[in-house]
């Protein structure tokens, strides 16, 4: 039970540059969440999912896509990167409304 | 739309003592949880204790309360007997359970916890 996987660790990338942050949970639950988090500002979310198939719009949704094809699969897609990107990425998954979220390690990203 | 204050930048705690970092919150949804979260130097998110809107008990994890005041919307931490390893980043956060807000998670801005030897 590898709990909330996500990959890479860390990453640099250059302005206009597009990457896929994967994040994998093996717990079968159907929420899942990215969120960024920025000195000072706490966490903020991105995008979740609800289930299979079914996504929604966090706090801070532009310049990233989600989608939800699995379970247990949950990428995060950046488009075209900006500066304004660079932040630290998380990824949670949890059993429903009323229950925590596992969080992953975090990414950290880097964009020039 | 929901939000969490937590209004401590920064606690200091002498070891074995007990320290409350407090947590405000503001919703309409009258369903809702609260979660409080620890973050050590090394980034990881660790779930600490949970708080249902209906429930009639203040929750308990060990050395961790919420002390919950539904009236005064607050959710404030209390640990007990600080050790050094409690020092870290806590965070409250919400979810709401239905209307637009559902199942989205809100975080406040932190506190930053140091425990003295």
């Known amino acids: 039970n590898a709990g909330v996987t996500q990959t890479p660790k860390f990453q640099v990338l250059k302005t206009g540059q597009s990457m896929t942050l994967q994040c994998a949970q093996d717990m079968n639950h159907e929420y899942m969440s990215w969120y960024r988090q920025d000195p000072g500002m706490g966490l903020r979310l991105i995008h979740y999912?609800?289930?299979?198939?079914?996504?929604d719009q966090g706090e801070v949704p532009n310049g990233y896509n989600v989608s939800r094809s699995t379970t247990e699969d949950f990428p995060l897609r950046l488009l075209s990167a900006a500066p304004s990107q660079t932040s630290v990425y998380f990824c949670?998954?949890?059993?429903?409304?009323?229950?925590?979220?596992?969080f992953g390690p975090g990414t950290r990203l880097t964009v020039l | 739309a929901q939000k969490i204050t937590q209004t401590q930048p920064g606690m200091f705690v002498q070891e074995k003592e007990a320290v409350t970092l407090d947590c405000t919150y503001d919703?309409?949804?009258?369903?809702?949880?609260l979660f409080w979260y620890k973050q050590p130097s090394s980034g990881e998110m660790i779930f600490l204790i949970y708080?249902?809107?209906?429930?009639?008990q203040n929750a308990t994890e060990g050395r961790y309360s919420l002390n919950f005041q539904k009236a005064r919307k607050s959710a404030n931490l209390v640990i007990s007997a600080s050790q050094l390893g409690d020092s870290a980043m806590y965070f409250c956060?919400?979810?709401?359970?239905?209307?637009?807000?559902?199942?989205?998670?809100?975080f406040g801005q932190g506190t930053i916890l140091t425990v003295h030897p």
């Open positions: 949670a998954s949890g059993r429903g409304s009323y229950n925590e979220q596992f």
């Open positions: 919703t309409s949804d009258p369903s809702y949880g």
């Open positions: 956060a919400m979810r709401n359970a239905g209307g637009t807000s559902y199942g989205k998670l809100t």
């Open positions: 708080q249902g809107s209906y429930d009639q």
């Open positions: 999912s609800v289930g299979a198939g079914i996504t």
